[in-house]
Each structure stands twice: as structure tokens, then as C-alpha cells.
């Protein structure tokens, strides 16, 4: 029997539960999988989704499914977009209007995996949330029938349409075969009266068709936001495929000879994520990064009129107070909590997914997932986390293995770090006005390595960290900089950042700014060679460490391929990009 959900229209049968993996034929209809349910539900802000002219800083309740119809490079959300399920227990479309109720939520939204593959599940959840009063809405990619799409369009108030771009070459990257029934159902959306913004992912060299999609979006509403999400590479993807956020920001500039509202994201310090009025150019509301595809309002958005007159299109009102996320809570952080999980594993020699989703289902209540976050945050304190994944995975012995190996050399840098101390060290993320938080591990990394870290000044916090001023650079005068290596931006741009900001350091002036090397100081073991990297750094000449030697003995260890043979990206559990050779095993 053919699906009618979305434009594959897939035959679901006793064998085939079609692309997403989700839907099942009993007789003549075609319903959800009966064990399907909602693997999370979470208050999180709008900004987060993101939505950024919706119901400015209201908080909705965050759920989320598994499968998908796609089959995208770089997934953030890959297990979760895989119809794998990840939770013994899940939450009814009822539980969750009640949790939402509960929590004094406005609505709530389905994000991370695609709604299209728990349609029914949705739908039930739109019709009860809204005899609650309650507002409904979703991420999607929007690639559903017009049939399909004339009946949800009554049901959800808002949409975030993730676009992959505007050729069908595009889409064919991810398994699909045109682009066209997106602008046509995000046309059809916006005449329904449904709140309607718009992301498109751009990656090096699709400048082209990004300016497209913008010109496609223009055509149906010059008003409907357009969220430029900087590719960031994952999985498999190649590093290459990265642009920088100058490249992302430039491009921002390009789209708005086509659309009102422009926004950048994925590119920390970025002023990008504030709106400004399309007449005049005046600040009229302030944002900053986030966490990935995630921003936060530095102060309440008000008035949406500018002075000028020009009057922004927004729906709602704004929340008179800021909902604040812990922990990894808020978008699609929580993918990254699953990715964190997901390093240790891989460095225990767990490749199978089913083992990492048994492991998943032990940690992955609430509780258990804020003391993971306090884990990781400290290097003895991680060594916990490696041993409570290790014992969830039945791994004792192999976890006891790696948290030697860390051991180690965490001895060997606090030796070197008595003897030598001192530097006043800065750390950043992709800017040289965006601070990582004073409490994170990069920071920890920097005092264990005996530097002085003047982000441990910081009297406020975000996710991952917070714009600063010039000012606080200056004043503090850190002698070595550090770029993250999860978000970061190439020395070109970053010296020319900080000329135009007028910072004036020594790290500056005497160029010790380094670019720490991809996931090597943050989710995943491999923190420990950035640990000794950064001390290499701080005691040039000093530090005896050889890090090449050092690299390649944990790569060959815990990866099972040579240092020198990897060409990483940003993700926490791949040691490479592309086609990866363990042993006598290869994993796509």
C-alpha cells in the first residue's frame, strides 16, 4: 500500500516499512508504528528551534521521535533521524500536552528528527494540544504531499523549513529527488496564515544556489526570515565542505538584496543573529550564539516598530521573562549530549549502533544527563564519565584502558605545569569577542596546564559562552590565545577581527593565537591530546612533549588507524571524515 505522507510515496508492506522506518500496513491503512511514542520532551526558548519572529523568548516544550526521510551528509541528528529506536519507554501525544500544561509552556514543537516520519503521532499531538489551547509547530524539511500538507497546515500555527538549497542537484545529495514540492509547500504554508521561517544550509561552494533559494523565498514573501546555517561537518563529511563564518557573513550580506531578514548561525560573535530594520539598518533586536543553530536574546525584543517606521512582521508577544536552558537542554544540544556518548564508545571499540543506543537508554533521563554535564567538564572528573559508559556498555576493562592512557599524561602535564606557570590565556570560539564560559573544559584545561585564564573572570554565562567587549580583552592583556577547536575561524580573519575591534594584546601583537586542532579540547577522550597541546603551546621548548607521538599512539590504540592517516572534522566520535578503515572493519 502506498504512503501518502510525503512525495516518496513509499509501498509499506509486511516488509517494508518504508524510507523513514517508522510506519507499518494493517489491512487497507497505513499507521504509525505502534511502539513509536516521543523519546524526549523538554521546555526550551523559541530561539533555539530557532524561530526568531515568533513569540520572541517564549518557551515551548521541546519533543522529539525518531526516523526521517532524508538521508543528509553531516546529520546532526544521524541516530536520531536513523527510525532506530533509542528509548525503551517513550511519551504519549497526551503525556506530553500534559508535560507542556505542566511546565507553563505556549506550545510545543517537534525538532531533531523529521516530523514527516511520526506524522500520525504529530497529528494526534497538534489535535490535543490545540483543545488545550496550547500553539503547535515543527522543524521540518517540508517534504510532504499537497494532500498531506493542506491537512497539517490546519493543524500546526508555525514552521521552521529546513531548505538544502534550491537545485534539485541539492537534494539529490540527500536522496531526493527535486527541490520543488519544498517551495511549493512553503508557498502554500504562508497563504494558509501559518507562520512561516525559513533555514537553508550553506557549505563551501553552494554559494550560488543559497542566493537562490533566497531569490525562490523572496517570490513567495520578501517578510519570511531567512536563516543561513553555516555547515558544520559531522559524520562523514569533509572538513573542506566548512565555510568560514567571513565567508558565511559575506554571503548573509549578498542575500539581502532579496530578503528583509537575514540571519547567521553556527558562527559564534556573529552580529548576524540580530535583527535590523531592512529600511534604515538600525539594531532593533540583539541576539548571540547559542549552541548550534540556536540563539538567545541579549535583552527582551520590545518594540518590533523602528524608529523609522518600518514595522517588523512578528507573531506574538514577548515573553516578559527569558526562559534560560540547562545543562544540554535547548535545540539540538541535546544531539550533542548523544555525541559525547557516542566518543567514549567509539574509543571502547563500540562501532555498533545498536550498543550505542543500549547504552543511551541508561543515561539519558534528565537527572543522569545533568550529572554527565558536570562530568565532562573537568579532566579527573571525565575519567568518571569514560567509567560510567564503559560499565553501561559492559566494558569495564576497556574503559579502564583509556582512562589510563589519560591518566597519564594528565601526571605528565601537571608535573610540567608546577615548574611553569603563570600565562594569562584567553579562550575563544569563532571570534575574538565570544568567550566560552568560565566553567567549561577548556577553560579547566588551561588551569591544569598552569595558565592563568582570564575567562574565569566572567560574571555571566551562555551556551556555549558569551559575547564580550574589546574592553575585557584589553584591559586582562592575555599573553596566548586560544580558538576553540569545535567552532573556530581561520588566523587571516581572526587577525583582522581584532584590528578592527581594536584588540591590541600581546597574543596579538606577538601572534601567539592558536587554532586548537578539530574536537581535540571538548566531547570526545581526545581532549587529552589538546591538553597537551595547549601546554605545548604555553612552554614552548619546554614542555618535552612529542605531540605527533603522542597522537599517533592514542589514534592507533582507541581509533585503530594512524594519526596521520585521519582527516577530521567536527564530530566527537569519528576520528575521520569519509570512508574509515578500523582493523580489519570498514565504517562508512
Known amino acids: 500500500m502506498q504512503c501518502n505522507v510525503c512525495e516518496f510515496g513509499c509501498e509499506i508492506d509486511e516488509y517494508s516499512r518504508g524510507r523513514c522506518g517508522t510506519y507499518v500496513c494493517t489491512g487497507d491503512t497505513i499507521i504509525q508504528d505502534p511502539d513509536m511514542g516521543y523519546l524526549g520532551a523538554y521546555p526550551v526558548s523559541i530561539e533555539t528551534i530557532p524561530l526568531l519572529h515568533y513569540y520572541p523568548s517564549g518557551k515551548f516544550l521541546q519533543v522529539f521521535g525518531t526516523g526521517c526521510n532524508f538521508q543528509c551528509s553531516g ?101 531526493v529527488p527535486s527541490s520543488a514540492p519544498v517551495f511549493r509547500n512553503i508557498s502554500r504554508l504562508f497563504d494558509m496564515g501559518v507562520h512561516v521561517e525559513t533555514s537553508v544550509v550553506y557549505s563551501r561552494g553552494n554559494e550560488t544556489d543559497v542566493i537562490k533559494v533566497a531569490e525562490a523565498v523572496s517570490d513567495i514573501s520578501p517578510t ?5 546555517m553555516r555547515f558544520i561537518p559531522f559524520g562523514d563529511a569533509p572538513i573542506e565542505l566548512e565555510p568560514s563564518v567571513g565567508e558565511a557573513e559575506s554571503l548573509c ?154 591518566r597519564t599524561r594528565l601526571e605528565l602535564v601537571k608535573s610540567l605545569a608546577a615548574e611553569n606557570s603563570g600565562r594569562k590565556v584567553y579562550y575563544c570560539m569563532g571570534s575574538p569577542l565570544f568567550a566560552l564560559n568560565a566553567g567549561r573544559m577548556e577553560n579547566n584545561l588551561v588551569a591544569f596546564s598552569g595558565g592563568l585564564s582570564i575567562n574565569k573572570q566572567l560574571q555571566k554565562e551562555g551556551k556555549p559562552g558569551v559575547n564580550v567587549s574589546p574592553s575585557f580583552i584589553n584591559e586582562n592583556n592575555p599573553d ?53 597541546y595547549i601546554a605545548d603551546k604555553l612552554y614552548p621548548g619546554n614542555s ?9 599512539e592514542f589514534y592507533r590504540q582507541f581509533y585503530g588507524m594512524p594519526y596521520g592517516k585521519a582527516t577530521p572534522n567536527r564530530s566527537f566520535h569519528r576520528p575521520t571524515s569519509g570512508t574509515w578503515h578500523v582493523l580489519r572493519c570498514t565504517h562508512a
Open 544 to 552: 618535552g612533549i612529542d605531540l605527533e607521538k603522542e597522537a599517533d
Open 75 to 175: 546529520c546532526v541528528a544521524r541516530l536520531l533521524a536513523s527510525g532506530k529506536s533509542l528509548s525503551s519507554t517513550t511519551l504519549t501525544p497526551s503525556q506530553v500536552v500534559e508535560k507542556a500544561l505542566q511546565q507553563d509552556c505556549l506550545g510545543v514543537v517537534s525538532t531533531l528528527n523529521e516530523p514527516a516520519a511520526n506524522y500520525y503521532l504529530f497529528r494526534d499531538l497538534a489535535v490535543q494540544a490545540k483543545e488545550k489551547g496550547l500553539l503547535v509547530g515543527c522543524s521540518t524539511n517540508c517534504y510532504f504531499t499537497e494532500e498531506t500538507l493542506n491537512k497539517l497546515g490546519q493543524l500546526v500555527d508555525f514552521m521552521n523549513v529546513g531548505i538544502k538549497g534550491y537545485s534539485d542537484r541539492s537534494y539529490i545529495s540527500c536522496g
Open 253 to 406: 550580506a549578498d542575500l539581502r538584496k532579496y530578503v528583509d531578514y537575514v540571519y547567521l548561525f553556527n558562527s559564534p560573535g556573529t552580529e548576524l543573529l540580530n535583527t535590523y530594520c531592512p529600511e534604515c539598518g538600525s539594531l532593533l533586536a540583539e541576539r548571540e550564539f547559542y549552541g548550534p543553530m540556536g540563539s538567545r536574546p541579549v535583552k527582551p525584543w520590545i518594540n518590533y516598530t523602528c524608529d523609522c517606521g518600518k514595522t517588523v512582521p512578528v507573531k506574538g508577544t514577548t515573553a516578559v521573562e527569558r526562559f534560560n536552558e540547562e545543562g544540554f537542554m535547548g535545540g539540538y544540544r541535546i544531539s550533542r549530549a548523544f555525541g559525547m556518548v557516542h566518543g567514549v564508545l567509539t574509543c571502547l571499540g563500540i562501532l555498533d549502533d545498536s550498543r550505542l543506543i543500549d547504552v543511551w537508554r541508561e543515561i539519558s533521563d534528565s537527572g543522569t544527563l545533568m550529572q554527565v554535564h558536570h562530568m565532562i567538564q573537568q579532566p579527573y572528573a571525565y575519567l568518571d564519565f569514560v567509567r560510567l559508559i564503559a560499565e553501561k556498555a559492559n566494558m569495564p576493562e576497556k574503559g579502564e584502558e583509556l582512562i589510563s592512557f589519560i
Open 480 to 532: 596566548t590565545i586560544f580558538i576553540s577547536g569545535f567552532l573556530s575561524r581561520p588566523f587571516y580573519e581572526f587577525y583582522t577581527l581584532c584590528r578592527q575591534y581594536g584588540i591590541e594584546t600581546d597574543a596579538v601583537k606577538q601572534q601567539r593565537v592558536y587554532e586548537v586542532p578539530p574536537s581535540w579540547d571538548f566531547g570526545n577522550p581526545r581532549w587529552i591530546l589538546g591538553l597537551m
Open 224 to 228: 519570511i526570515p531567512v536563516q543561513v
